[in-house]
């Protein structure tokens, strides 16, 4: 019986145009002869089988009407509702609560920050890094948090009021000498993540470092800058806590109407607006800490041209050359003298032009200059800012004369080129080994060309393709190709002119490898 009337559960949907099922009541009647079995019924106190059982004997059962009226009040019992359908959808919406629940992966929170370490600790503060969680959610990052706790303490308190987005954090109002214990958090919409945790307590405590300069290279030498320039310079250096910063030139405290100096925790500025050639000089920079020091010697040169150079006069004049000789300028400018300019002019066109460049001494010979022409000449002096602004002037001026020129040939004595043949190079003992081609060479002079014969123990060697004889510019060989045991013996070189004759000999050796 419940097995049928399971399928009216079932299509609760189509129900809504049975809606007048009450009207089909001679169904439930056909079922009558299941009435009888109502006594189970009360053992079952479902009232899905007791309402068919009032609309079956209405007249004859009246009493239990009233007790059908409990029946109803279950309502959390819709199995009464097996002809009412409609309220049978309502209770099937409540089934998708679960379809919510696949969205909680959504909410994850990220993971933990990575590579959490202390870059720098100081007396009252702590600088912290670490690297972006693997997984930050779908929904981003918002920040992180940094948290502390002291050593013995279960209390972690945050060391940032707002979260932030940066990989580096600096820990600051510490207690010199407390132990603290640090995390970080990362946090976005969905949550905070599990915290990274440095594995041992931070000590606050302060690191001393000594004293140290760090001058740059290009200061390690004479600074040089013209009068007038803006000197500029920065040096670092080093030192826990911060260090005295001492500035002195000649063991006397510096102009500050002329220096500025400005110091900071890592560096010392040197400042000057205008520089002037009394700013040259060797600036000591100190740097102290409770007694230890470092000093370090900043060398300032300050530069300007030249002045002219002095007594410039005309030495000589011949053919078409002038010598001239002059003294050094007075005032070098602060600065070697690197040479001297010299320039002429001629009394035609009255411009300069420059004659030598870069004349180291102090003296000079102009050449090439134009017969019949009048020159004037002057000196520049040069070092590392330049020119001098004025000149030296020759007071005398340079006339260039045609002479008068004869030209006559030399003589030549005629000299006897005639002479024997001598060996100026003689021939040397050789080794060789068999299969391996080999040279011997000599060297021979004489006029007429002398003609050289080569003989190999005192036997002239003629046409033999094993040997081939060559002789140009004096230098006479002979190439013995792939010698065997028997090519080995004396061979000579013999030269031989109208004037005589002229020998060398040598021994070669053929070695036979085993």
Not at 44 to 67: G, I, L, V
Not at 123 to 138: D, I, Y
Not at 428 to 434: P, Y
């Amino acid at each position: 019986m419940t097995g049928k009337t399971a399928p009216p559960a079932k299509k609760p949907a189509p129900k809504k145009k049975p809606e007048k099922t009450p009207k089909e009541e001679p169904a439930p009647a056909s079922e009558q002869p299941p009435v009888p079995e109502q006594p189970p019924a009360p053992e079952k106190p479902p009232a899905t089988e007791q309402p068919p059982a009032t609309e079956q004997p209405p007249a004859t059962e009246q009493p239990p009407a009233p007790t059908d009226e409990p029946a109803p009040v279950p309502t959390a019992e819709d199995a009464p509702a097996p002809e009412e359908g409609p309220p049978a959808p309502p209770a099937e919406p409540q089934t998708p609560a679960p379809e919510p629940e696949p969205e909680k992966p959504k909410a994850e929170p990220p993971s933990s920050p990575l590579s959490l370490a202390v870059e720098e600790v100081s007396e009252n503060s702590v600088t912290l890094t670490w690297k972006a969680p693997e997984q930050t959610g779908r929904s981003g990052l918002d920040g992180y948090v940094v948290e502390i706790c002291k050593d013995g303490s279960a209390d972690w308190t945050a060391a940032n009021k707002e979260p932030f987005l940066s990989t580096r954090f600096k820990i600051q109002e510490l207690s010199s000498g407390d132990k603290i214990h640090v995390r970080v958090k990362a946090v976005s919409a969905s949550g905070a993540s599990v915290p990274a945790t440095l594995e041992q307590p931070v000590l606050i405590r302060e690191i001393l470092q000594l004293p140290k300069i760090r001058l740059p290279r290009h200061l390690r030498q004479t600074y040089v800058r013209r009068v007038g320039d803006a000197v500029n310079l920065m040096i670092p250096f080093q030192g826990k806590p911060r260090p005295e910063v001492i500035w002195t030139k000649g063991d006397q405290p510096l102009d500050t109407s002329r220096i500025n100096i400005r110091n900071t925790e890592k560096d010392t500025i040197f400042y000057i607006r205008n520089a002037q050639r009394n700013d040259s000089g060797k600036y000591e920079l100190a740097v102290r800490i409770n007694g230890a020091e470092d000093k370090a010697i900043l060398d300032i040169r300050v530069i300007e041209p030249p002045g002219p150079p002095k007594n410039l006069k005309l030495v000589d004049v011949w053919g078409f050359n002038v010598a001239l000789e002059w003294t050094p300028p007075e005032d070098n400018g602060n600065s070697e003298i690197k040479g001297y300019v010299v320039q002429k002019s001629d009394k035609k066109s009255g411009k300069w032009f420059t004659a030598l460049e870069h004349c180291s001494r102090t003296s000079c010979t102009i050449s090439d200059l134009i017969i019949g022409n009048t020159y004037s000449f002057r000196v520049f002096a040069e070092n590392a800012c330049g020119l001098s602004e004025k000149a030296a002037l020759a007071s005398g001026v340079a006339h260039i004369e045609k002479t008068k020129t004869t030209y006559q040939s030399e003589k030549i004595p005629q000299r006897d080129m005639m002479e024997p043949p001598k060996f100026t190079q003689p021939l040397t003992d050789r080794a060789t080994t068999r299969g391996y081609s080999t040279h011997l060479f000599c060297c021979v002079r004489g006029f007429p060309q002398p003609k050289i014969i080569w003989m190999k123990n005192q036997m002239e060697i003629r046409e033999d393709p094993k040997y081939i004889a060559m002789i140009e510019q004096g230098v006479c060989s002979l190439e013995i190709r792939k010698p065997g045991p028997f090519d080995g013996g004396v061979y000579t070189c013999k030269a031989v002119n109208p004037l005589g004759e002229a020998s060398v000999d040598c021994k070669l050796d053929v070695k036979v490898p085993k």
